[in-house]
């Protein structure tokens, strides 16, 4: 498969009008950095949003990151690696207020369990007009929804939202009881990119999922549509786990299967892997069967990696990923 980064100006165009976003923006990653707390010791600066722009960073792009931490250790130590990493900080508000979020992380056979604090330090993001560093316009705005779940923050969502929200991507994470319906809606409505796994979808539309099916593609496809009519999103990414991943737009659907992995460390951050991979491939103009093969052989390097992020560069090398 040629290098999609090579293509024509007319080819940049199609990409657009398939894809629904101009090459080359610089994405706006707005929402929770914390440090996840493993049972073996382990405090690992996390957060979805973070590790999504920790790894476009290891990509060689330049995220804007914008969060909260505290004024606390925890908060010190992710100043600390995002500086190390070469991450600008310039939207990352120190808090002398609020503590550093923290989640306790437990693993079952490999599969995390996260029990959050509440509130905590990027609760209490503020809203584009108050920050210091000014997002670019256009940009591609990733919003998570953890940090949205303080009812009091709906209204810095929406201006988040109606400022940089042109081009969005978002990234549903439902960590029960935190995710409200309002949440989602704010998010979710108009977004040019929906990342979710098959089981969110499943309990998003009420679709019978079953990977091991002959229907599976087309209950995808079908649950896919619910949502579209519900949220009019135009490009769906919907990850299955060891059994692929698919992007559904409104006049294709694209399946990658999974590869198979020597090991298995564990899948924390294996879903921020794919949606960062599966950015730097819109970013760069690659096909939507690109994307999926680069997020996808990604996220399955994460999977053999003790965490969602590394700071071993040769891992961010993303020829290794491309086919």
């Known amino acids: 498969m040629s290098d999609p980064s090579d293509s024509t100006d007319a080819a940049r165009a199609s990409h657009q009008d398939n894809l ?123 919003l998570g929804t953890l940090a949205w779940r303080r009812p009091e923050s709906m209204d810095i969502l929406r201006s988040w939202v109606q400022s940089n929200g042109t081009y969005r991507f978002i990234d549903i994470n439902m960590r029960p009881p935190w995710v409200r319906d309002d949440v989602v809606d704010c998010i979710a409505r108009d977004a040019t990119f929906f990342k979710l796994n098959d089981e969110e979808l499943s309990s998003m539309t009420g679709q019978a999922i079953a990977p091991e099916s002959p229907e599976f593609h087309q209950q995808v496809s079908e649950a896919v549509a619910r949502l579209r009519d519900r949220w009019n999103c135009r490009t769906f990414f919907v ?43 819109l970013l760069s103009g690659q096909s939507m069967e690109a994307c999926l093969n680069q997020a996808i052989q990604f996220a399955a390097r994460i999977c053999q990696n003790a965490g969602a992020t590394s700071t071993d560069e040769d891992l961010y090398r993303l020829e290794r990923y491309r086919s």
């Not at 931490?69 to 100043?79: A, K």
């Not at 298995?264 to 892997?273: E, F, I, Q, R």
Request: hydrophobic share 40%; proline share 9%.
């Open 20 to 142: 629904g976003i101009p090459t080359g923006l610089q994405p706006v990653i707005v929402g929770e950095a914390l440090i996840d707390s493993f049972p073996d010791g382990r405090d690992i600066v996390g957060g979805a949003p973070l590790n999504v722009a920790w790894n476009l960073r290891g990509f060689g792009r330049d995220p804007v990151f914008v969060s909260k931490i505290g004024n606390d250790d925890r908060g010190e130590l992710i100043f600390d690696k995002l500086k190390q990493w070469g991450m600008n900080t310039d939207g990352v508000v120190r808090s002398d207020d609020r503590e550093t979020g923290i989640v306790k992380v437990t693993l079952t056979n490999g599969t995390p369990d996260y029990d959050l604090v509440y509130p905590v330090a990027y609760d209490f993001i503020d809203a584009p007009s108050d920050m210091a560093v000014r997002p670019p316009d256009p940009c591609l705005l990733y």
């Open 239 to 281: 990850t299955c786990g060891p059994h692929g991943a698919f992007a559904v737009s409104p006049d294709s659907r694209v399946f990658v299967p999974a590869p198979k992995l020597a090991k298995m460390v564990d899948t924390v951050g294996a879903g921020d892997a794919f949606a960062a991979a599966t950015i730097d491939g």
